[in-house]
């Protein structure tokens, strides 16, 4: 048995500073959008710090709860089969923005897919630890892993909802590479996840225009690429410095999401290269972090989870980053720990629960 010693202090307060950060940068970012809707100014601001609460009590309880007995088929199996059900029958729920996304509860609303990624990474987590040495036999790894992925995959983009789609995929990804898995399979699973993206693509045109403004920010400065433009002219107005917290223009209805998937662009203008280098800096820490908490972790089950949450926080916020940049194509995805959303805050929050419990065992 191995010893247990103390949480990961790099880990636990760089995650801290996020979520304060966050907490200033969405009351920062929401107040016009809120005051245009016909809200109080502190509308959002109030409810993420809600959130926030929710989310810590949920991340004390991932701390201290033993991992290993989320090594159970009870755990992985309930949890995937769970999902995926909720993923089916948020298809029926009344669309909000054009989006089927979300479980309406009166005062706030679950998003599935936020806790599809948690329950996946858990499902893969608990097959590769148990058949790790049967990677390549096709019934025993790969085809349980993809297809439930594809499946879960498939639904979040009906929703529609691409981005979380891709890191569902990518999750998968990461974890099976790791595993050792055939690039035989790799390539196969790839090439099928490549042809389903494209088929999603050419089923929406907003989506082919999205391409298209990747490709040319300036083509439609007024239409399709206003969005874009808009966050390439938050950050790039923001300095080294910054405008000053709360003093950015974007955000004033110029840049669409500014609390939500396009919040680093707000960090951009109003906190400058400094502000954006720092959260960089930031995710490169949890990165960095969480990896060393997955090489020594004492089993192959705390191994295999903390890489699958490690990857799904640190990609998340590196694409969030990068569409910010116009780097990637545009996609609806949240800052870890710093954009707005009480599902993406508190599924993160359980996420860093996970690698600080395994973090606190020494092999």
Known sequence: MPRRMGYDRWLFVTAGLLVLGGILMVGSASHYFAMSSGMSPWHFFARHVVYVVLGSAALVAAMRFPYRRLDDARFALGSAAACVLALVAVLAMPAAGGARRWFPLGIASVQPSEVAKLALILFLAYVLSRREEKVHETLAVPLPCLALTGLMAALVAIEPDLGSAVMLCAICGTMLFVAGLRWSWIGAAAGVAFVGAVVAVLAE?????????????????????????????????????????????????????????????????????????????????LFWRGMRAAMRAPDRFGFYLVLGTTALLTLQGFIHMGVCLGLLPTKGLPLPFVSWGGSSLIASMVGMGWILNVSQYSN
Do not use: C, M
Request: no cysteine.
């Open 205 to 285: 045109p907003y989506r082919i225009q999205r391409i298209r403004t990747f490709w040319n920010p300036t083509e439609d400065l007024q239409g399709s690429g206003f969005q874009l433009w808009q966050s390439l002219i938050a950050v790039g107005s923001g300095g080294l410095t910054g405008t000053g917290l709360g003093q950015g223009r974007q955000k004033a209805l110029f840049l669409p999401a500014a609390h939500t998937d396009f919040i680093f662009s707000v960090v951009g203008e109003e906190l400058g290269l400094l502000g954006t280098g720092l959260l960089l800096l930031a995710f490169s820490i």
